[in-house]
């Protein structure tokens, strides 16, 4: 039986950690694939204090060392069942049934799938929802960039320092991102945006070899020849697990206590319905569900 079991190893399941550990409580987290979570694919980050420029691999090792320093046991498994409503929550994992009085939900989210003709088929063969993995593959050649938010600005930064060509693909007339990150792509020779435009089909026979876009406006195909075509359209909360209260969206629904609708039971960053999906909003959620986690823990027996 564990005070508290946090599921992901994200920067909120980090600091949650961190803070539960500190507080005596008897936790581990746990981890599917690899602690750091989406954001240690991150090629650069500059709007975490204290890191004026640091990639997210590198940020990420720092969270994981301090948490490892409070002794946070942490282990490499799936989560493939959990049972919230008793008292005591029960978690099926790939490596055993666990317990606990108290559990952190941070699993994130998943880039959003545009769902185009080609984009599953070409998955891996030149379709890709993370620049910092893949855009070493495609340098010197021409790319796509599809979205206008925070993530597709910057993807399309870097992927503008290996690449030929980037194209950029919104369909809006004016992008959604950080004003000093669009500062940067408009300022870049090699970046094309078209604007108010969407992505209609990704072509090739063994690869990416071109995509179809088609201006909103004036219904105008236009066939671009590129062999990458990045998609960052948004993101799906990873929130299957739990029957707690969620949004339209899919996101966990929470109060300023990272409360869920299940007594005993929290949730923080991504996964959870939030304004900001940041690493700093992140940690700020983590600190604060264990913080409220404890006093849940202290009074479980009363």
């Known amino acids: 039986m564990y005070d508290l079991v946090i599921i992901g190893g994200g ?9 539960a550990v500190r507080a005596k409580l008897n936790t581990v987290m746990l981890e599917k694939e690899m602690v750091g979570g989406q954001i240690a694919l991150s090629d650069e980050i500059e709007n975490y204090p204290g890191f004026p420029s640091i990639s997210g691999m ?5 969270f994981e060392e301090h948490a490892k320093k409070f002794d946070l046991e942490i282990k490499m498994a799936g989560v493939e069942s ?3 409503d008793g008292k005591v929550k029960v978690l099926k994992t790939s490596e055993g049934e666990i317990r606990a009085k108290a559990v952190i939900i941070s699993t994130g989210a998943k880039p959003k799938k545009l769902g185009v003709p080609g984009e599953t088929e070409f998955l891996g063969k030149g379709v890709s929802y993370c620049a910092t993995c893949d855009g070493p593959f495609f340098r010197g050649q ?25 194209s950029v693909v919104h369909r809006r007339d004016k992008l959604r991102a950080e004003k000093i990150l669009q500062e940067r792509l408009l300022k870049a020779e090699n970046i094309t ?3 108010d435009s969407v992505l209609r089909e990704i072509k090739g026979e063994s690869g990416v070899e071109s995509a179809v876009i088609e201006n909103v406006k004036t219904s105008e195909k236009t066939e671009l020849k590129v062999h990458g075509a990045f998609m960052f359209v948004g993101i799906n909360p990873t929130t299957d697990l739990t029957d707690a209260k969620k949004n339209d969206s899919g996101f966990i629904i929470t109060n300023e206590k990272m409360e869920t609708s299940i007594p005993g039971v929290y949730a923080v960053g991504d996964c959870r319905n939030t304004p900001l999906l940041q690493v700093a909003t992140a940690v700020g959620d983590g600190a604060i569900a264990a913080y409220i986690a404890e006093s849940y823990v202290e009074g479980f027996d009363d």
């Open 193 to 195: 945006v078209h604007w």
């Open 142 to 166: 021409d790319v796509l960039v599809v979205g206008g938010g925070d993530t597709a600005v910057k993807e399309a930064v870097y992927l503008a320092k290996i690449a030929n060509k980037v």
């Open 82 to 84: 959990i049972t919230l």
């Open 58 to 62: 590198d940020l990420m090792q720092k």
């Open 11 to 19: 920067p909120g399941g980090l600091t949650a950690g961190i803070y």
